[in-house]
């Protein structure tokens, strides 16, 4: 098994620009989420997914989107890139039903920067 | 939503044992406990999970009164690969939300 890939591992965006990270995992989870870390802090979670075809906003979601169209697949979509979005994304998965729920597994991370 | 508050920093020296604790005053009854370990440039990798009393795992246990309102996760013997950010996770029963984490240092 792969875990949790995510894409690309590093971006330089100008301001104003449009990208989309990447997330793929292999474990059947059904439960997927992006964080973002920016340097020294915690985890800040932004959009997560329960299911195919469900997602909700986390505590940051203002200037992202997501889709869930696929169990494996849960990508972010920056609109209008902004230096504020400089900072590490973290995609993670979890099966998310009962003692397991808890359990993240982490991709390795994407680096923005915005400029 | 199970927020948590955990001590910013601690120090400690190679083979201390250390006892970090996280404060979850209001955890909902179906809620597990879970701990993480993150080092720099790295997500954070899963620790150790338990609901109550006592759990122990070949790197760490974790300890949980009868209130559950409180856990403490404990180190034996720390060596200098054990420096890193610890988080206790507050588990809203879909969100998973961190908290400000505890950076601990271990020193030779």
């Known amino acids: 098994n792969a875990g949790v890939t995510q894409t690309p591992k590093f971006r330089i965006l100008k301001i104003g620009q449009s990208m989309t990270l990447q997330c793929t995992q292999d474990?059947?989870?059904?439960?997927m989420y992006w964080y973002r870390q920016d340097p020294g802090m915690g985890l800040k979670l932004i959009y997560y997914?329960?299911?195919?075809?469900?997602?909700d906003k986390g505590e940051v979601p203002n200037g992202y989107n997501v889709s869930r169209s696929t169990t494996e697949d849960f990508p972010l979509r920056l609109e209008l890139a902004a230096p504020s979005q400089t900072s590490v994304y973290f995609c993670?998965?979890?099966?998310?039903?009962?003692?397991?729920?808890?359990?993240?597994?982490f991709g390795e991370g994407s680096r923005l920067t915005v400029l | 939503l199970a927020k948590t508050t955990q001590p910013i920093s601690m120090d400690s020296y190679e083979g201390q044992e250390v006892n970090i604790t996280c404060s979850h005053n209001?955890?909902?009854?179906?809620?597990?406990i879970t701990w993480y370990q993150q080092f720099p440039s790295q997500g954070p990798r899963f620790i150790i999970q338990?609901?109550?009393t006592k759990v122990t795992n070949e790197v760490a246990s974790l300890f949980i009164p009868a209130d559950r309102k409180s856990s403490t996760l404990s180190l034996p013997r720390v060596s200098l690969s054990d420096t890193a950010v610890y988080y206790c996770l507050g588990r809203g029963f879909q969100k998973l939300v961190f908290g400000t984490g505890t950076r601990l240092l271990v020193s030779p």
């Open positions: 474990m059947n989870h059904n439960y």
């Open positions: 209001n955890i909902a009854t179906n809620d597990y």
């Open positions: 997914s329960v299911g195919a075809g469900i997602t």
């Open positions: 338990g609901y109550k």
């Open positions: 993670a998965s979890s099966y998310g039903e009962g003692q397991d729920a808890g359990e993240l597994f």
